[in-house]
């Protein structure tokens, strides 16, 4: 296994961290008990929104860093890597939501022995793919930029003498 493998599946078990960070911010929406079941009241209901928004927030951060470290842990651009990168930071986004939900809260219709009056959390959720989409495109273009912002790639001809050379010719 190479080194911008061994890279990559750092990236993909990031999506670990990133649930727990997801986990201890996000407040999910919280039902309260009726006579008549599980009601969400407009005040309770802000949670949904908020759970999202960790979620694209939790993204961004781990993008930003992940785009970064890519650029300065591999080889640098290589078309492989991006590609890498963008299937390596949506896996992690599906480990981090699958994860989130198995950490969370259970859907309130299977709490057992509510009393009226209750308030019971909402189990996470992310109802959409743009959330998901958030990861990859922040990561690629944190790596697009870091890949521009270096310089002139002085290092990567003294770490990578033989490819830069191939790549030199014309």
Known sequence: MNRTSRVLLAVVAG?????LVWWA???????????????????NATGDFQVVAVFVIVGIVFGVL???????LTRPG???TVVGLAAASSAA????????IWLGPPP?????????GD???AQFGVDGIVPFLVWPLVAVLSYTLALYLSSDGEEDREEYPDEVSERSEP
């Open 15 to 19: 999506g670990i961290p990133a649930a």
């Open 93 to 100: 986004s599906l480990v981090c939501w699958r994860l989130g």
């Open 66 to 72: 992940t785009g970064v470290a890519v650029h300065r």
């Open 108 to 116: 309130p219709e299977d709490v057992k022995g509510l009393e009226v």
């Open 25 to 43: 911010f996000a407040e999910p929406s919280r039902w309260l008990a009726t006579e008549r079941g599980l009601v969400l009241t407009e005040g």
């Open 78 to 80: 290589r078309w492989e």
């Open 119 to 121: 308030e019971v959390s």
